[in-house]
């Protein structure tokens, strides 16, 4: 997720798109970039870090002189944070500039195809590709161009371009990335979103998938791609610009929590292919995954617990033994580690100074280490032997949602994978599960539509000091992060156990009208669950459940009770945690606290 925008007017273009792209950092922020045309030909600054660098470089954007411009900042997810894979991108001439947000899927087969007729790339980026397919295609005509390369690019995205012989035009393209347009007096306007642009003007017109808009200093004009011109309806913006960054929601983490579809979606499809699980970037042979004779999965925080229900996958599924460690644990443990050791390290930030230095650990012991990180170029995305990315974009809110739900998507990818090659699983139980993780998107999209179930619930218990959560198997792994999710942003007491031992200790906490969830999504673990709700219920407690629809009998013992749709048991944690963060989240807010930066807690530790 990167931010684009762009502007054609009256004023002069470095300071508002400096300006839009200082509304869109929260897109992404690694590095950032403009082109201006200035009156004879197109010029770009662009750099690495934040986007203050580039308006120090640009002197605010005096340096750029023009009344025309794209700009961008950048959240990797094709080529590590640096000058040269920042964008905007020239074609080999210069005369063709490129800014994009989303991802290009088939970009190595088209760079290939471009290489072999002569083009020569300087990034590492999927988006180079654009403009050089952009300069295959021209000759004069923009717009046809344009349409040239949209049956040809596969992936998601919303392209701000510019032609040095068509200096007063703008071009925008979007395909599932997001692109709005705006029209003001003084000019016009392409973003990624409202806040960009909210300064200048409020009347804004939303972009369909395959639109593709045209701007000059006085209009705007929508073209299908077939060429046809679209008439379109500008709507008004009421929202102020703080809404804005946050899409309207109060919060970073609910905004985050709606965006868990397509993180989910986005680090899923590219690596499902023609009914297969292709992985490019493991880099393990089939005979290498074949002699893997144990995992260790090493992380913190929730990214332990995406580790904890890995490790069920893993062993269910591709019956490697896996050991899960705390990684502040593993890098002091002297961890044995024997040949055909995989190490994987979770990671949302890739800076988490334990994780890190339990990579460091087991690569001082010869361990092949696969990362599992958020942010492209972090510390362990770089220093592992492998890196997967999980393309949730970027998280602001300390409490980790999206991210921790790639996570889970990329161990089940892992694991089955592993599970066929290793001819653990036939090829229509393989095929079956490919279409249950297709279906999880819009599953989770039904169960954030239950929000307001949820909310009226947690309300009930604002004022709780205690709350437990229990499970038996994954539904214990589930139980942690909702614990956690609870513990992290409402300062309530909450504890997550295995619900077959609680009655050896902890069961002496219970009392009327403790908090008592229950999580109930494995089938053959359901009636052993059931007994142990009923051994809280008869101490007093409140039992609020999470079971699957159709698992009915829950309702004779439970007070409350969240339905899930079916999944492949494997896969239940990610349903079953968005009701969880839900509720924690409505607690929260409820208690008044700030969600997204609750006290002495830090989006990422990089200290021991
Ligand atoms: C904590 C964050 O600081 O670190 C948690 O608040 C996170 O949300 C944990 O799960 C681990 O962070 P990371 O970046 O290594 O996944």
């Known amino acids: 997720m990167c931010g684009i925008v762009g ?94 947000n989303g991802i290009i899927e088939n970009y190595l087969k088209l760079k290939k195809k471009l290489e072999a007729k002569g083009y020569e790339f300087v990034s590492e980026t999927d988006t180079e590709v654009i403009a050089h397919l952009l300069d295959y295609y021209y000759d004069g005509n923009p717009l046809e161009a344009i349409a040239k390369i949209m049956y040809r690019v596969e992936g998601s995205y919303a ?16 395909k599932d990335s997001p692109l709005i347009v705006g029209k003001s007096e003084k000019g016009n306007f392409i973003a990624s979103d409202v806040p960009a642009i909210l300064k200048y003007t409020r009347d804004v017109y939303f972009m369909e998938n395959e639109e593709i808009v045209c701007l000059n200093k006085e209009d705007v004009t929508f073209y299908n791609i077939d060429e046809e011109v679209l008439v379109k309806t500008p709507v008004t913006i009421e929202w102020d610009i703080a809404a804005a960054e946050k899409g309207g929601y109060e919060f970073f983490m609910l905004k ?59 062993e269910g599924l591709a019956r490697v033994p896996v050991e899960v460690d705390l990684a502040s644990e593993f890098r002091y443990r002297n961890p044995i ?25 087991a690569q001082k012991h010869g361990c092949k280490v696969l990362g599992i990180v958020n942010v492209v170029g972090s510390s362990i995305a770089r220093e592992a032997d492998t890196v997967m990315y999980t393309w949730a974009g970027p998280e602001i809110a300390v409490a980790t949602t999206k991210a921790y739900s790639t996570q889970l998507i990329v161990h089940y990818l892992l694991a089955l994978k592993f599970a066929k090659v290793r001819g653990k699983v036939n090829d229509i139980k393989f095929r079956e ?14 169960l954030l539509a239950n929000k307001e179930k949820i909310q009226r619930f947690a309300n009930r218990y604002l004022a709780a000091e205690h709350v437990f959560f229990i499970g038996r198997g994954i539904d214990y792994a589930i139980s942690l992060e909702g614990s956690l999710k609870l513990k992290e942003i409402s300062y309530i007491h909450s504890e997550a156990y295995a619900a077959g031992e609680l009655k050896h200790g902890t069961i002496s906490l219970i009392e009327d009208g403790t908090l008592v969830t229950a999580v109930l999504t494995q089938d053959h673990l ?62 929260s807010l409820g208690k008044g606290l700030d969600v997204d930066k609750p006290r002495n807690l830090a989006k990422s530790v990089t200290v021991e």
């Not at 292919?273 to 970037?281: A, F, L, Q, W």
């Not at 390290?345 to 339990?358: H, K, M, P, V, W």
């Open 7 to 100: 502007y054609i007017g009256e004023s002069e273009a470095a300071p508002i798109l400096l300006e839009g792209l200082s509304k869109l950092e929260y897109r992404g922020y690694d590095s950032a970039g403009i082109a201006v045309y200035n009156g004879t030909a197109i010029e770009m600054i662009k750099s690495r870090g934040r986007l203050k660098v580039l308006n120090e470089l640009t002197h605010g954007g005096a340096s750029l002189p023009g009344r025309a411009g794209i700009g961008h900042t950048r959240w990797a997810t094709h080529g590590s944070p640096s000058d040269s894979n920042a964008h905007p991108h020239f074609n080999g001439d210069n005369s063709i500039v490129v800014v994009h």
């Open 159 to 174: 392209l701000g371009i510019m032609f040095e012989d068509h200096p007063r035009e703008v071009y925008a393209v979007r």
């Open 256 to 314: 985050e929590m709606y965006e868990q579809p397509k993180a989910v979606s986005d680090t899923l499809m590219p690596r499902l292919k023609n009914g297969d699980i292709v992985i490019e970037e493991l880099q393990m042979t089939e005979e290498e995954i074949r002699d893997i004779r144990k995992i260790y999965l090493v992380a913190c925080g929730s990214a332990y617990h995406t580790a904890v229900t890995a490790k069920y996958v893993f």
């Open 337 to 361: 580690f024997e040949p055909g050791t995989l190490v994987i390290i979770i990671s949302q930030s890739g800076e988490t100074a334990d994780s890190l230095a339990a990579l460091r650990e």
């Open 433 to 446: 599960m490919i279409e249950d993780l297709k279906r999880l998107p819009e599953q989770i999209e039904l």
């Open 526 to 587: 359901f009636k052993k669950t059931i007994s142990n709700v009923v051994e809280v219920k008869t101490r007093g407690a409140f039992v609020l459940a999470v079971a699957h629809a159709g698992n009915a009998e829950i309702e004779k013992t439970a007070d409350y009770v969240i339905y899930l749709p079916k999944t492949n048991e494997y896969f239940t944690n990610s349903l079953a945690v968005i009701p969880l963060q839900l509720f924690a989240y409505y607690v």
